[in-house]
């Protein structure tokens, strides 16, 4: 009973790390967008620093996962969540690498800003989704919320949807701007989508532990 009651607050542990990833990198994506959009410079720095801190997290979250396949040899359900947890962070990973990205671009840019008025509606609006994405993450983690978790699939629908808007004012015969300009768009657009797909497969991943069904 006292291995079990240990193993369970091991994975209370792992949870709370997963959470502290998915606010980690809703932050940072936040905080590039404000470099991206603003040409702020520190807020770049600070985005690009602190991705040290994600990578941290998931490096915990793995040694913990390991250290309990190794002590518990778990079967099951238990076996079930420790692969989830580990696939999770993955993608939590990820995201804050693709926020890191978005900095890079704006700091290679600085002073002059990275987005041009034109997009700079666009890029609002897919900051805009990223956010509630990254939030409802870490609902769903904390809260098992496979409901929560399923809507993700839909708030993906509305990036996709602001892609293909993206790409609508880029190819426009008024496009006032040339291919440089248009290719970092085409980057940006892509780094923002790329972090709603993988906040998306955290979310299938949590409705696989629940229930044990894959997506």
Known sequence: MALREEFRAD???VSQLLVDMAEAVRTAMGEATTALLRADKAAAEDVISRDAE???LYRQVEERVTDLMARQAPVASDL???ITALQ???DLERMGDLADHVAKTALRRHPSPAVPAELRPVFQAKAAVADKMAAKIATVISKLDT??????DTDDDAMDALHVELFKVMLSPDWPYGAETAIDGALL????????DHAV???HHVIYLVTGEQV
């Open 88 to 90: 999770t962070a993955a």
């Open 147 to 152: 409901v929560g978790a399923a809507e993700l």
């Open 189 to 196: 657009g892509r780094f923002y989508e790329r972090f709603a």
């Open 201 to 203: 497969n955290a979310g």
């Open 80 to 82: 079930r969540v420790l």
């Open 54 to 56: 994600v990578d941290s």
């Open 11 to 13: 994975l209370h542990i």
